[in-house]
């Protein structure tokens, strides 16, 4: 065996040389077995490693369930979510089998659980339809976790397995008896394939719920044991419950969902749809209760036939004069609200995310089983009827004006794209990939200076901004007057001067020497504290920050003295001899064009009348490919709205123009888009999140293949600024308020170790911090198990470290097993026990399931924090300390009493504090990392100025953008109906249902 490693571990040293030296012979081709390939490419089976490959797990998981409830065999279905972030999925069912495979010759359930394409759903004896492609699924979750574990109830007899990153661990273990079936999934994921295992609540409900809804009458729950959070699912009327949810929020046309179900050639057809008055079309197609987000055959045999029985209807019944005219797929699908779920026995998905059917056979059984089911209707029903077709030439009347909208606004230039909206601040990269646009709330984007307007510039000069850009044209370089975070007075190059907008209001500022500035109303001035103010809300005697300058005797060029700073005489000598203070200031009744530079770094350059004033959101950015575009106020509500209407916005069309890709579907072209990503950015309160909304509404409603394509961002201003001595930082979210605390708290905190005196400090202090906080979280999830966190880690055992991962409760006592045979073994002694009684008492009882009786509960967060008590053992940290401990002592009395034992002592802040446990240790640090802090919250952009603006919201490097995804179209489609839609009652039960939750409210 020894030879053969060797000859092993040479052969594979000469594949790596040969390799390296780049042969390309058969030494180079590797070959990887099902789990590893699966390790390797794991996007390949998943779609991605984030959030939505994350939750695909699950859903694999849940599908198998799923599975078996249409086959019959199961009816109730639970999933958890664990205080670690693994997750358990249980259900009803026959339970995997378990007896072994003929040719594997191990348990079927291992060879399901770690062979690829290995599973009960080929032949269709056992399952008739199934989800996707069979035998990948759950084998891919165990390739892809951690650990993972099975528990299977069948034959009378509950069965165990684990596994580790998709490799069997242990052999299939018999832990007790059970007269019910079922199996139970429970998995974590691996953080070593996964960026975050965070699952969201709301995704995975959104999608259980969807379940429910195509599964009538299956019972689905989800408990979250991390916030404690529930729900349970049933819905009898199926996927016509399905539809009155979509339209709960609406007006529906008809009050009857339309309903039918149809089977051809094993295929099952199951249609439900409900017209309502507003003007999206929503339809959400399923092939074996999986959601095809791409459509596919289905979908497209659904749509002709409905825009065909339509248009058939309209002839036959000569409901349109000119029979010409037909009805086109986009005019009869206004409004519409539609399930359609297909079960196909053998269903060719492209991809293993099962996005898109591409069986073509399904296209000609939905079509005619649709088009033979909806003309039976119409005949039936022909008020109903009579209702969607107006609708649907309403629908036809509005595009037809939305065309000459289009052409009319497109012959003035508004929707062409060579012809760029005037007030759009273009980028020069013309690679639409590395292009950025920022769609701005209001004209934060750029206030500017009249033409005529002089800045003062290092060379003695005076410069007027027209001036300024003849000689940039020629290739010269100016520099300006710049203030620094500081303070103090520098100077800094002036690039890009330019006109940038034209025939503009403009108001008129007057100084107290009679100096005369115009400027649009946004402009801001700097005022002596180095805050912003724009010149629309300057008050008389405001006052400005001065550029204090002298001429030189020697050569009459220009002296810079430093600022003031917190000199109060100083400062008074400045006020009293600077003009930098205002007089007045008056809207003109002209119109001009306005002018600004660039000050790269600080944003913000001195007038030569003596007064700093800064550049907006246009100079926070890289000119190179950061594009602005500021937007005026709030767009029109597209929810309300049909495409004339929209065209008619004026705002809407020139972010339309700004995008390229034209609007509606005759006329998008994702192909044109000329940004790789479009942010928007708006303030944090009421109003920005509003205009967020009122965004998101268009993109989502009117191109949503924007936001399907990760193509919308949306910038996240900080919520804070803290800063605590020369420290200073931008803090997103409250987490990160949580973490920045313990930073603080440890900077500059000694920790003795009070039995060795050995020190702790820098960065074994930091992931000290780092352990224990992890440590606190999965401590209170034991303790909500009925476990106090104490006793759990004072049974760790010494040999081989391992905590117990079950308790059970045996004659009003608490028992604690490490591994599958102790269970096993306690609950075989019960069942005898249990016999022994029978016959003692001649009394036959019920079967009983021991593991029930007992209570039976799975400490899943015993691996976890088994890692976590390692790393506080490689620091030489001891978490017997967690809690304090306490020592008998005896007294001068003679009496024993108690009392905690100190463990560290700190020294902090010119303060030294003895602590009992790491317990108290975690609440003196967050203590004193609040001690000395300045909080600035943050309520919009427009408190920033350009420096502060680039480093939060506009530096690749520092910045955070949140992408817009589709993760869950009924729950978006819902949530828009929502906040946008008609509806008040809908609004107002929202927003008393998450006022609890609201932080920071601004008012």
Excluded at 356 to 385: D, H, Q, R, W, Y
Aim: with cysteine; glycine share 8%; aromatic share 6%.
């Amino acid at each position: 065996m020894a030879k053969r490693d060797s000859e092993g571990g040479k052969t594979a040293k000469k594949n790596a040389q040969a390799a390296k030296q780049g042969q390309y012979d058969a030494r180079t081709i590797q070959v990887l077995e099902g789990i590893q390939a699966v390790r390797k490419r794991p996007a390949m089976y998943i779609g991605d490693t984030g959030a939505t490959g994350l939750h695909h797990l699950v859903y694999e998981v849940v599908d198998n369930s799923i599975d078996e409830a249409m086959a019959g065999c199961c009816d109730a279905i639970k999933v958890s979510v664990h205080a670690d972030n693994s997750v358990t999925v249980e259900d009803n069912g026959r339970g995997i089998p378990v007896d072994i495979h003929k040719t594997e010759k191990k348990p079927a359930v291992e060879v399901v659980m770690t062979t690829l394409h290995a599973g009960g759903k080929f032949d269709h004896r056992v399952y008739k339809v199934a989800g996707g492609l069979h035998g990948v699924g759950v084998s891919v979750v165990n390739a892809l976790s951690e650990w993972l574990e099975v528990e299977v109830r069948r034959d009378g007899k509950v069965f165990h397995q684990k596994y580790e990153r998709g490799r069997t661990a242990s052999k299939l273990t018999v832990i007790g008896k059970s007269t019910n079936t079922g199996t139970k999934v429970t998995f974590k994921a691996d953080p070593e394939i996964f960026k975050k295992t965070d699952y969201s609540f709301e995704v995975l409900t959104n999608r259980l719920r969807e379940l429910a809804f195509l599964n009538s009458g299956l019972i689905i729950e989800i408990f979250d044991e991390r916030s404690e959070k529930e729900h349970r699912f049933q819905f009898e009327g199926g996927i016509s419950a399905f539809v009155e949810h979509l339209n709960k929020n609406k007006n529906p046309l008809h009050k009857k969902v339309v309903y039918f179900q149809r089977k051809k050639d094993n295929v099952d057809v199951e249609i439900a749809l409900q017209y309502n008055d507003g003007y999206a079309e929503t339809i959400f197609s399923f092939v074996n209760n999986i959601r095809t987000i791409e459509g596919g055959t289905h979908l497209s045999g659904f749509k002709s036939a409905l825009t065909r029985t339509i248009n058939q209807y309209v002839r036959n019944k000569k409901l349109i004069k000119d029979n010409s005219v037909s009805l086109s797929g986009d005019d009869v699908r206004e409004g519409i609200n539609c399930i359609l779920s297909v079960k196909v026995p053998v269903p060719q998905f492209e991809g293993q995310t099962k996005a898109k059917l591409g069986n073509s056979e399904v296209e000609g059984i939905v079509e005619a089983a649709t088009n033979e089911a909806l003309s039976a209707f119409f005949e039936e029903t022909p008020a109903v009827a009579n209702k969607i077709v107006e609708k649907a030439v309403l629908a036809a009347r509005a595009r037809a004006a939305a065309r000459k909208a289009r052409e009319l606004t497109r012959r003035k230039g508004a929707l062409d794209s060579g012809s760029l909206p005037g007030k759009l601040a273009d980028c020069s990269e013309k690679n639409p990939a590395l292009c950025e646009l920022y769609i701005v709330e209001g004209d934060s984007a750029g206030g500017c200076f009249s033409g005529e307007t002089k800045v003062a510039l290092a060379d003695g000069r005076n410069l007027s901004f027209i001036e300024l850009e003849k000689e940039w044209d020629g290739g010269k370089i100016n520099y300006c007057y710049t203030i620094k975070e500081d303070g103090s007075i520098a100077i800094e190059k002036i690039t890009h001067p330019r006109a940038t907008k034209k025939n503009v209001p403009v108001l008129e500022v007057i100084l107290d020497n009679s100096e005369k500035i115009t400027c649009t109303p946004d402009h801001k001035f700097m005022l002596r504290d180095g805050s912003f103010v724009e010149a629309k809300n300057l008050i008389p005697e405001a006052s400005l920050m001065p550029l204090r300058r002298k001429l030189s005797e020697e050569k009459g060029g220009i002296v810079v003295e430093n600022s003031p700073g917190d000199n109060e005489e100083l400062i008074l000598e400045v006020t009293n001899n600077f003009n930098h203070k205002l007089k007045s200031s008056r809207m003109l009744d002209k119109r001009v064009d306005v002018y600004d530079i660039e000050v790269p770094n600080t944003h913000n350059f001195a007038l030569a009348s003596g007064i700093f004033v800064h550049n907006s959101a246009k100079q926070g950015r890289d000119r190179k490919y950061q594009a602005i575009l500021p937007i005026k106020g709030k767009i029109l509500n597209v929810e309300k709205a049909r495409l004339d209407k929209i065209l008619s916005n004026e705002e809407i069309r020139t972010i339309i123009t700004a995008l390229g890709t034209g609007i509606g579907k005759e006329d998008f072209d994702i192909t044109k888009l000329r940004y790789g990503k479009v942010i928007i950015m708006a303030d944090a309160d009421i109003d920005g999140s509003h205009i967020r909304t009122l965004l998101l509404t268009l993109f989502f409603r009117q191109v949503p293949e924007l936001v399907e394509k990760g193509h919308i961002y949306i910038a996240q201003p900080p919520l804070y600024r803290i800063k605590r001595g020369k420290r200073e930082e931008y803090i997103e979210t409250e987490s990160e308020m949580d973490q920045m605390l313990f930073e603080l708290g440890a900077e500059d905190m000694l920790v003795t170790r009070i039995k060795d005196k050995k020190k702790i400090e820098g960065k074994q202090l930091s992931k000290l911090l780092e352990v224990l906080v992890e440590l606190e979280r999965l401590a209170g999830a034991i303790n909500r198990k009925g476990v106090p966190f104490s006793k759990f880690v004072a049974m760790r055992k010494k040999k081989d470290k391992k905590l117990p991962i079950y308790k059970a409760r045996v004659e009003g006592e608490d028992i604690f097993f490490y591994d599958d045979k102790e269970l096993a073994s306690l609950v075989g002694k019960l069942e005898k026990d249990a016999k022994k009684a029978e016959k003692e008492n001649e009394v036959p009882g019920q079967p009983v399931d021991i593991t029930k009786e007992i209570g039976l509960v799975e400490l899943f967060e015993a691996r976890e924090i088994e890692k976590l008590v390692g790393k506080l053992e490689s620091l030489n940290m001891d978490i017997e300390n967690y809690e304090p401990v306490v020592e008998e002592q005896v007294g001068k009395n003679k009496k024993s009493q108690t009392k905690a034992k100190p463990i560290y002592e700190v020294d902090s802040d010119k303060e030294k504090k003895v602590l009992y446990s790491m317990k108290e240790f975690i609440s003196y640090v967050r203590e004193t990392g609040r001690r000395g802090m300045s909080i600035q919250r943050y309520k919009g952009l427009g408190e920033m100025n350009p420096h502060q603006l680039w480093e939060t919201t506009m530096d690749p490097d520092k910045r955070t953008i949140l992408q817009v995804t589709l993760e869950d179209s009924v729950e978006a489609n819902e949530m828009f109906t929502v906040l946008m839609g008609d509806q008040v009652e809908p609004r107002r039960n929202f927003i008393y249902k998450y006022a609890p939750e609201v932080r920071n409210l601004d008012i």
